[in-house]
């Protein structure tokens, strides 16, 4: 058995009991532990051995206090996030599926290009058309969707 190991083996259940009574988690007392020793092993050359479970403590006690900081943050934002109302759903989700212009082929080749990422070829394969096919209709539907969703004042500054 290494150095390391006989340290590891003699601190570890009071590393870990003192960060679990620091967290009061035991998964991210696993972690603070794990912390602890991963800093030993990193720093083994540099340690007196007699200062350990002093030192290997202080390290957990550090990451303890690292993780409450971040706790505090994320309720912070967390709390500013519930305090705005919910954004308006984007313009535009149901004229997709709504839209009277568009045929149920459009619909398919816009969804299977834009929603389920698949290539022309793809669709192709799946839709029974050929690559120019889905390439066309790909073409109309968008043109009927930004002809609804651009006004026409702003259409000529593109």
Avoid at 8 to 21: G, I, K, L, Q, W
Avoid at 104 to 124: D, S
Avoid at 143 to 158: A, C, F, H, T, Y
Wanted: aromatic share 8%.
């Amino acid at each position: 058995m290494s150095e390391f190991e006989k340290l590891y083996t003699e601190h570890v259940d009071a590393v870990f009991r003192y960060a679990v009574s620091c967290v009061g988690r035991r998964d991210i007392a696993e972690d603070i532990a794990s912390e602890a020793f991963l800093a030993l092993y990193q720093n083994r050359d540099r340690i007196d051995t007699s200062q350990l479970p002093g030192w290997l403590l202080r390290v957990a006690r550090n990451r303890a206090t690292d993780y409450w900081r971040h706790q505090a943050v994320e309720q912070r934002y967390a709390s500013i996030l519930a305090r705005r109302p919910a954004p308006p759903d984007p313009p535009g989700d149901d004229r997709l599926l709504d839209n009277e212009e568009l045929k149920p082929v459009h619909r398919a080749c816009l969804m299977f290009r834009y929603v389920h990422g698949m290539t022309r070829t793809e669709i192709a394969e799946r839709t029974g058309l050929s690559p120019d096919q889905v390439k066309e209709r790909l073409r109309y539907g968008l043109r009927v969707l930004r002809d609804q969703l651009v006004p026409e004042s702003s259409r000529g500054l593109r």
